[in-house]
């Protein structure tokens, strides 16, 4: 039992590394120069309106 603990932990540890990792890398591309200021509209249209 202790050894799966031990296990889980370690994975608690990898995720939570993983995320701080991610959360860089957007504050990182939020604050290019190069960053798109407008969000571009997904989806598509129907009809001709």
Do not use: C, W
Request: proline share 4%.
């Amino acid at each position: 039992m202790e050894r799966i603990a031990k296990k889980q932990k370690g994975h608690d540890q990898n995720i939570e590394l993983l995320f701080e990792y991610i959360d860089r890398l957007q504050e990182k591309q939020d604050n290019s120069p190069t960053a798109p200021k407008v969000k571009k509209v997904i989806g598509f249209k129907v009809g001709d309106k």
